[in-house]
């Protein structure tokens, strides 16, 4: 009799845990890909020499591309939120610098007028479309042949406060 209380209560167990390690072994790659793991690390360094939309846009992820330059003013008062943002927002946004003093080719594909400007792309990969009550003013490009939103940029410097309120606006929790 105690052989079969204790299969009773073995099997269930064993069951159980086969289950669930299947489970595991099924959903490990969901669940290590909720979270953006860097297939290029140099895609989530601050700063750049060049831009690839496409492969940062593989990650899914909220995108600022900040063209501006080491000697510009509003660039260098930016310099320390772009870090820190950088920093806090690593798996969450992709936050990048590029000085077009320095990388004047990495700005070609932009509309870039004046420095600092900003580019933002959501997670889906298309433009940002910014919601009614953001008070930040943005220009939306498009293109010519098809009329299709191409880039939502700023131009100017931003607070911090300013660019988290975009980020959240994107979809970003902290």
Not at 22 to 42: D, G, H, R, V, Y
Not at 87 to 99: C, L, N, S
């Amino acid at each position: 009799m105690d052989k079969k209380k204790l299969l009773r209560a073995t099997v269930p167990i064993c069951l159980v845990l086969i289950v669930s390690g299947i489970w595991i072994f099924k959903n490990a790659n969901k669940m290590s890909e909720s979270l953006a793991a860097p297939k290029n690390k140099e895609d989530f360094v601050l700063e750049a020499a060049f831009v690839d939309l496409d492969a940062l846009k593989e990650y899914k992820l909220p995108i600022i591309i900040d063209f501006g330059a080491d000697s510009c003013i509003p660039c260098k008062e930016m310099a320390p939120v772009l870090k820190a943002l950088n920093t806090e927002m690593q798996g969450k946004a992709i936050i990048k610098f590029v000085d077009v003093w320095k990388n004047a080719e990495a700005a070609r594909d932009f509309p870039i007028q004046v420095i600092p400007t900003q580019i933002f792309i959501s997670a889906d990969g298309k433009p940002y479309v910014p919601s009614d009550g953001m008070q930040i003013e943005f220009a939306m490009y498009t293109y010519k042949n098809t009329g299709e939103h191409a880039f939502t940029v700023h131009q100017g410097g931003l607070t911090k406060d300013q660019m988290k309120a975009i980020l959240a606006d994107m979809g970003v929790s902290e």
